[in-house]
Each structure stands twice: as structure tokens, then as C-alpha cells.
């Protein structure tokens, strides 16, 4: 069982910046494909960033490429996203999400769930 915990929600302006952070429980999570989905209200859950177990590959949704970049450091179990130019639509609920194998930006096969980190931008 992996536990899942974010931070670094929080609220910002049109064309700002904020870094959330996940941090995983256990020391396996270095071994495991890691994403970021987020939802907004009335809408699905969508596949933003995703990054494989050893950093070296990571995709991107059309909608954050250029703005977003998912990082993990292995050492301290705890996966980035570094979030750029923030436009209103970028408001969400972000979550953090993990899987033993490669899943790609799509929700279906993540096994483990953060609770969510809160991202509203105002315009």
C-alpha cells in the first residue's frame, strides 16, 4: 500500500506560479509511474503530467505543454509539478496518482490516490 499526500495548492493570479508537491509513504514509490490528474467541477478527471519510475520519460496533455513540468526525486520519495503561466482554466483539484507499471495520462490502472490539492487562478 502506498499512501499519497499533496501540497502546494493554493490560489494566484492569472500568469502566475505554484509547485505542488506529492510524497509518497514508502520507499517502493521510487519504483512506480507517478501522474498528476486534476478535476474541475462538472467536469471528468484529466490526465495532466505522468513520469516513469526512473524520471527519464514523462508526457504531457496538450492543454499544460510548455506551462507544466512533473519532476520526482527518488531520494525523498516526492513528486513535483511545476506550473507556469496559470490560466483560469487551470483550476482544479489536483491529484496525485500512482501505478506499478506505465499508464500513461489516462486514470484507469492507477492503483493509489492522493486526497487533492486545491489550484484555483483567477483572471
Known amino acids: 500500500q502506498v499512501q499519497l499526500v499533496e501540497s502546494g495548492g493554493g490560489s494566484v493570479q492569472a500568469g502566475g506560479s505554484l509547485r505542488l508537491s506529492c510524497t509518497a509513504s514508502r520507499y517502493t514509490a521510487r519504483r512506480i509511474c507517478m501522474a498528476w490528474f486534476r478535476q474541475s467541477p462538472g467536469k471528468g478527471r484529466e490526465g495532466v503530467a505522468v513520469i516513469s519510475a526512473g524520471g527519464s520519460i514523462t508526457h504531457y496533455a496538450d492543454s499544460v505543454k510548455g506551462r507544466f513540468t512533473i519532476s520526482r526525486d527518488n531520494a525523498k520519495n516526492t513528486l513535483y509539478l511545476q506550473m507556469n503561466s496559470l490560466k483560469p482554466e487551470d483550476t482544479g483539484m489536483y491529484y496525485c496518482?500512482?501505478?506499478?507499471?506505465?499508464?500513461?495520462?489516462?486514470?484507469?490502472?492507477?492503483?493509489?490516490w492522493g486526497q487533492g490539492t486545491q489550484v484555483t487562478v483567477s483572471s
Open positions: 496518482a500512482a501505478a506499478p507499471l506505465w499508464r500513461g495520462l489516462g486514470a484507469d490502472g492507477y492503483d493509489y
